[in-house]
């Protein structure tokens, strides 16, 4: 049997009673905490007939790292989603395919964040490579917010091939960097495409780059060179968002 994993949150824990409910195995809820946040999460789990175990904060506290804020689900591992799951979606998409890649965001909290931007946007999966990326791991859950558990988060072994197969579908790629002549309000985000991200100071890869239709930068009007790679894709994706409607 797989090792049960902690999610911690009362966003997170939320979402995954809503969207997997059957991969809980147990609840653990500090003792003496009542407040109607977590009574909701308490119903959620009652409705499913998932054990609840009150616990003390030390207990918490030695599962995760981070503010657990008093609940943990022990849930069975998440599916893992490869390349053939993400092209299966895409054949039946109704929707104009609206896809996030991320090429080098190492940092868990970084990724979380992308993931919560992404599923607020309405975009339909992200793709990082399975090399030199953050692993999806409870911190990264806990920072999406719910998003981790309802958004399909697809590792890839070769991310130039992978780009190279959405050009084939018809999407467009489109890269960011710094240097770009055009930028994200100048471009066309209408259509079927992937927004590709790079890793914060270095940006995206040689290759990564050279498999983008097109590459698109954000004006910096202040001091500062660079925006936080959540905060960068915010902005593209709410630009494509505003065109997209």
């Not at 809980?24 to 500090?30: D, H, I, K, P, Y």
């Not at 599962?63 to 591992?77: D, F, K, S, T, Y």
């Not at 399975?130 to 070769?158: F, H, M, Q, W």
């Amino acid at each position: 049997m797989a090792q049960l994993e902690p999610i911690f949150g009362l966003h997170a824990v939320q979402a995954l009673l809503k969207s997997a409910p059957q991969r809980v195995q147990q609840l653990l809820v500090l003792r003496g905490r009542q407040d109607q946040r977590l009574q909701k999460v308490l119903a959620a789990a009652q409705k499913q007939q998932i054990a609840t175990k009150q616990v003390d904060r030390k207990e918490l506290d030695k599962l995760v790292e981070g503010n657990h804020q008093g609940v943990i689900a022990m849930a069975r591992p998440g599916e893992l989603h490869d390349e053939k799951f993400l092209y299966t979606m895409l054949e039946n998409l109704d929707a104009t395919p609206f896809l996030l890649v991320l090429d080098g965001v190492t940092d868990p909290h970084n990724l979380g964040a992308c993931l919560r931007t992404a599923e607020a946007a309405g975009v339909h999966a992200v793709i990082a490579p399975k090399d030199n990326s953050a692993s999806l791991n409870a911190t990264a859950r806990k920072v999406a917010c719910g998003a981790a558990e309802v958004l399909p988060y697809i590792s890839v072994t070769n991310l130039s091939r992978t780009l190279k197969k959405l050009q084939e579908l018809g999407l467009w790629t489109i890269g960011t960097a710094g240097e770009a002549e055009q930028s994200v309000y100048q471009a066309d985000l209408k259509g079927p495409m992937a927004l590709v991200m790079g890793a914060e100071g270095k940006g995206m890869r040689r290759l990564t780059r050279e498999h983008c239709d097109s590459l698109i930068n954000i004006p910096m009007a202040g001091e500062v060179s660079s925006l936080n790679v959540s905060v960068a894709t915010g902005v593209c994706l709410f630009e494509a968002v505003r065109q997209r409607s």
